[in-house]
């Protein structure tokens, strides 16, 4: 898959020290080995579900950025058409939701190699902290949503600290929900976000869903 089309300049959300992490070294280091373990707890998982069901209809073209070996859709497998992204191969590839996927570092890389509005719906769970340049990969989300597509972040208080940003570590959890509704906005194309907030077991659940606006 290529692009077909370069994202526009975004100009970077966070300062150097926002996005500065304990540890620098290259991402792909870090997701070297597998980890077939999940990052939140059960009730967490199962409200991400319960909103994907609310949110999603049958037939979507998914993608699960920043995915690994589950995508927490609800359903069968063939319920929605997935592509499936993330940091390590084995991961994706034991992950029965997706019907391809690739690996690609987003702070390394930040143009999706995805058709323009090829897209209903884009999920990214438990894995935002992560992200340096949040604005230029939310504005690729963007550019690949069809007029009307969603956008769906899942977040908790859960993170690799080591690998998570500044801006992030030093947040509340309303902190983290006003920094992806910044992302939102500096990305351009999104209608006004909306938070979701809840508990549903030992973890906080919150997350930020956005629509694509209709192409001008
Ligand atoms: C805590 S895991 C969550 C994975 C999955 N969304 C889930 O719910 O189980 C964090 C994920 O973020 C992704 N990730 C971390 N740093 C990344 C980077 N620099 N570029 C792209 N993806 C990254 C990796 O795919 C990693 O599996």
Redesign the pocket.
């Known amino acids: 898959m290529r692009p077909l089309s370069l994202s526009r300049d975004v100009q970077p959300v966070l300062s150097a020290a926002e996005r500065r992490r304990f540890d620098e070294r290259p991402?792909a280091t870090f997701?070297d080995s597998p980890r077939f373990v999940?990052?939140a707890d059960d009730a967490f998982l199962a409200r991400v579900t319960d909103l994907y069901a609310d949110v999603l209809d049958p037939g979507d073209r998914v993608l699960?950025a920043?995915?690994?070996w589950?995508s927490?859709l609800p359903g069968e497998p063939s319920e929605y058409e997935v592509v499936g992204?993330?940091?390590?191969a084995e991961?994706l590839a034991a992950n029965d939701r997706l019907d391809e996927w690739f690996v690609?570092?987003?702070?390394?890389d930040r143009s999706l190699p995805l058709a323009t509005g090829g897209f209903d719906a884009v999920c990214?769970?438990?894995?935002v902290q992560?992200?340096q340049y949040p604005g230029a990969v939310f504005a690729e989300f963007a550019r690949v949503l069809a007029p009307g597509g969603v956008l769906i972040v899942s977040f908790s208080n859960r993170m690799?600290p080591t690998?998570a940003i500044r801006a992030w570590r030093e947040a509340s959890m309303e902190g983290r929900a006003d920094l992806v509704c910044r992302y939102v906005d500096a990305a351009g194309g999104f209608g006004e976000p909306t938070v979701v907030r809840d508990r549903p077991g030992r973890d906080p659940f919150y997350a930020v869903v956005a629509r694509r606006q209709n192409r001008s």
């Open positions: 991402d997701y999940t990052h699960d920043m995915s690994s589950v927490h992204h993330g940091l390590n991961e690609q570092d987003f702070n390394a990214c769970a438990v894995s992560y992200l690799f690998k």
